[in-house]
């Protein structure tokens, strides 16, 4: 399953209410079910992005839709590249002319 990295911050809203913070990740866990993904992994953090999260679904579809329903509810904005696992990495760089 493709495996991705969503750094994220909360939007003025999110902040004025962050001690609701740990129920919106459970509810952003069910949304991931729910397209037959899962949060592997959630991280608050310092500095540009507020947090990080590695999350795992079967299609880049699947993860669009959960993310568009998750940051709908306007408490977050997003950034999410896909990531390669290095073995898979390493097979394509093995490939390479």
Same mark, same amino acid.
């Given at each position: 399953?493709?495996?991705?990295? %969503?750094?994220?911050?909360? %939007?003025?809203?999110?902040?004025?209410?962050?001690?609701?913070?740990?129920?919106?990740?459970?509810?952003?866990?069910?949304?991931?079910? $729910?397209?037959?993904?899962?949060?592997?992994?959630?991280?608050?953090?310092?500095?540009?992005?507020?947090?990080?999260?590695? $999350?795992?679904?079967? $299609?880049?579809?699947?993860?669009?839709?959960?993310?568009?329903?998750?940051?709908?509810?306007? %408490?977050?904005?997003?950034?999410?590249?896909?990531?390669?696992?290095?073995?898979?990495?390493?097979?394509?760089?093995?490939?390479?002319?």
């Amino acid at each position: 399953m493709p495996i991705y990295i %969503t750094l994220g911050k909360f %939007t003025q809203e999110e902040i004025t209410k962050i001690k609701k913070s740990p129920e919106r990740l459970e509810a952003a866990r069910k949304v991931l079910k $729910s397209v037959g993904g899962d949060i592997k992994e959630f991280y608050y953090t310092l500095g540009q992005y507020d947090f990080v999260v590695i $999350s795992e679904a079967p $299609s880049d579809e699947a993860m669009m839709k959960a993310l568009f329903i998750i940051c709908s509810r306007g %408490t977050v904005r997003t950034e999410t590249p896909i990531a390669i696992r290095a073995e898979k990495g390493a097979e394509i760089i093995e490939e390479l002319p």
